[in-house]
């Protein structure tokens, strides 16, 4: 029973998941500029064309800005958040862990729709910084879980431990909190990057042409000309995402190994 | 001269009174275990005593200072904890430098200290090592390098051999024990295991429900303890509910079901009170014995353990007796009907 169930959710998970993505890779490679099989032949053009042709690049350099300064404001934001929590009550923190996870439960066209008009009224729609704030609203719930579950996961006694040699709250904190916290902080971190990376929804209300994130180009193009050069990018991305699962699943086997 | 001062201190835990007025008068390097059942407070103290906790009422002096408000990085307590508290992401010299770091001891004073203190737990071998690399005993012995290493006024020790097996338990108890015969800090140790507690310990504080039952000696808490509770929790003991009664020329005399004696009862006032008799101290025959107490019994079934034999009898009265026995020349049979006796010295009276 259990082999059928194995089987069946591996099949579904190939085809549904995997297949459609293992037949639209090779096309990055085909010497025509249609997306259509039989490939006419091997060629690195496309690639060529990603990195010559002006919104490509510097919309990936765009997604790269707005990723890094998410990961940094939603790490400081989560994890000071995530240590804060953890010094309240039993009900405090349920209460305070619901409001800081709250984003993740609403829906994006609604946060797009307010920020648009938000930042609009304020006078900063379109920039960068509108993009980072907004994408940090959704990345810090994400390091606020990873950090406070590293932090479930330490040992009480250690910071007992240290205080009973005589270390300050400061010190026991980046001496030992913070320092076994670590991988929920790079967790979190990975997260944050990658959902700022490919968010479409939000980025979409408030991007201009200027500050066009990647999604959001491959998105237009998709609709205004249909070329190889979009596998591209998709290939890129989904290499791109393969290294970050690599990453999580090391920090993962370090956590467990301790 | 009395190092630690513990005055009547009150805990509660909302309505909950964890301890009743609890002192303890500890001298300058004393081993002094708290010993007692869970839920005893005997935890409770040793969290009130390393800072943890706050007490509702009461005071702790060292040296004359009060330290009941001072908070446990203030108070150069050490304290070695049931599940070690070894930081996971530090070498095993990391783990002792790091008092010595956070009091700015010189680098070279530091090396230095780590050397010694991981000679003295004979484990210099593993400095470089990380916790998850050693034993459970050798990680609570870095543990108490660890804890030592900054040579603090009093070593709190809380469960430390819990977590141990037995054959462990036994060479750390000596270890420990060493350890602080070289050093000769106030060590106070915790734990519900008599047998640890009187291995090693100077003098031993019997805790129950919140109260400290007797503090004394482990050979006075034996011989002479101070109430039942004390009586039953160390070692096996023959209780015998009775009453004490003075005769004209002022000796006491002890009646129980069965039995009748005269004893030593010092200045005690006449009453009800409670015989305790250890089971070493009974012999066992087939005749009554001349100058001793005789008690007619009926083996119920005994434990032979080679060097003895533990034995469960059933008295006249129907009361249970348990008593030791020379297993040199064979135990004495189930059903068998033999006389228990004991000298009236032996026996003490408690309460």
């Known amino acids: 029973m259990s082999k059928v169930v194995y089987w ?13 993505l293992l037949i639209v890779l090779p096309l990055a490679f085909n010497d025509s500029s249609f997306l259509t099989y039989p490939m006419e032949g091997f060629t690195f053009r496309w690639f060529g064309v990603f990195f010559d ?5 510097s919309s990936l350099a765009n997604s790269f800005k707005v990723a890094l300064g998410t990961t940094l404001a939603a790490l400081l934001i989560g994890g000071l958040a995530a240590m804060g929590v953890m010094l309240l009550g039993r009900w405090g923190r349920i209460v305070m862990s619901a409001l800081f996870v709250s984003p993740l439960v609403i829906p994006s066209v609604v946060l797009g729709v307010a920020m648009a008009y938000a930042f609009g009224r304020a006078g900063w729609g379109g920039g960068y910084l509108s993009l980072v704030f907004a994408h940090t609203i959704l990345a810090a ?7 406070t579950t590293s932090l479930m996961g330490l040992d009480p006694e250690l910071d007992r ?6 270390a300050s709250r400061w010190r026991r904190f980046h001496t030992v909190t913070l320092p076994l916290a670590m991988p929920g902080f790079a967790t979190g971190a990975l997260f944050a990057f990658i959902t700022s990376f490919d968010e479409v929804v939000v980025a979409l209300f408030l991007s201009t042409p200027q500050t066009q994130t990647l999604p959001i180009t491959l998105f237009s193009s998709l609709r205004d000309r249909l070329e190889p050069t979009i596998v591209v990018v998709a290939l890129l991305l989904s290499i791109v995402s393969c290294l970050f699962i690599l990453a999580l699943n090391r920090l993962q086997r370090r956590g467990a190994g301790r | 001269m009395t190092s630690l001062e513990i005055r009547k201190i009150d805990k509660f835990y909302g309505v909950h009174q964890a301890l009743f007025d609890v002192s303890l008068s500890i001298g300058k390097g004393e081993f002094v275990t708290l010993l007692g059942p869970s839920g005893s407070g005997k935890t409770t103290l040793l969290k009130i005593l390393a800072g943890f906790e706050t007490v509702s009422g009461g005071e702790i002096t060292l040296d004359g200072r009060n330290i009941t408000e001072l908070k446990p990085e203030a108070r150069n307590f050490g304290l070695v904890f049931q599940g070690y508290a070894l930081f996971p992401h530090m070498t095993v010299r990391e783990n002792i430098a790091y008092p010595l770091k956070v009091r700015r001891m010189p680098r070279d004073a530091v090396a230095t200290r780590v050397r010694e203190m991981l000679d003295l737990v004979q484990l210099a071998r593993f400095i470089d090592r990380k916790p998850s690399e050693l034993s459970g005993g050798q990680q609570q012995r870095v543990a108490l390098a660890r804890a030592l290493a900054f040579r603090p006024d009093v070593l709190l020790l809380d469960e430390p051999m819990s977590a141990l097996d037995k054959k462990l338990r036994v060479d750390l108890q000596e270890e420990l024990r060493q350890i602080h015969q070289t050093l000769g800090t106030t060590f106070i140790n915790v734990t519900h295991d008599q047998e640890e ?11 129950n429900h919140g109260r400290i039952e007797q503090f004394d000696t482990a050979f006075a808490l034996y011989r002479h303890p101070g109430a039942r509770f004390v009586a039953e929790f160390i070692g096996k003991s023959n209780i015998f509910p009775g009453e004490l009664t003075r005769e004209d020329g002022g000796s006491a005399i002890f009646r129980a079901e069965g039995m009748e004696m005269r004893l030593d009862a010092g200045s005690r006032t006449p009453g009800a009170a409670d015989l305790m008799v250890r089971p070493e101290d009974v012999l066992l025959g087939t005749a009554p014995a001349a100058g001793r107490v005789n008690l007619p019994a009926e083996v119920l079934g005994s434990t032979y353990s080679g060097d003895r034999a533990l034995y469960a009898l059933k008295l006249a009265s129907g009361r249970a ?17 033999v006389f228990a006796s004991f000298s009236p010295e032996d026996a003490t009276l408690i309460g």
């Open chain 2, 197 to 207: 507690a009187m291995h090693m310990s100077d003098r031993i504080a019997v805790m």
């Open chain 1, 141 to 147: 719930p994400l390091v606020f879980l990873a950090v």
């Open chain 1, 8 to 20: 069946v959710s591996l099949s579904f998970a190939f085809f549904f998941l995997a297949a459609p």
């Open chain 1, 161 to 166: 431990a240290a205080a009973s040699m005589g």
């Open chain 2, 321 to 337: 007796l348990s008593a030791y026995g020379a297993a040199r020349s064979g135990v004495h049979p189930e059903g068998a009907q």
């Open chain 1, 53 to 57: 042709t002006p919104p490509w690049l």
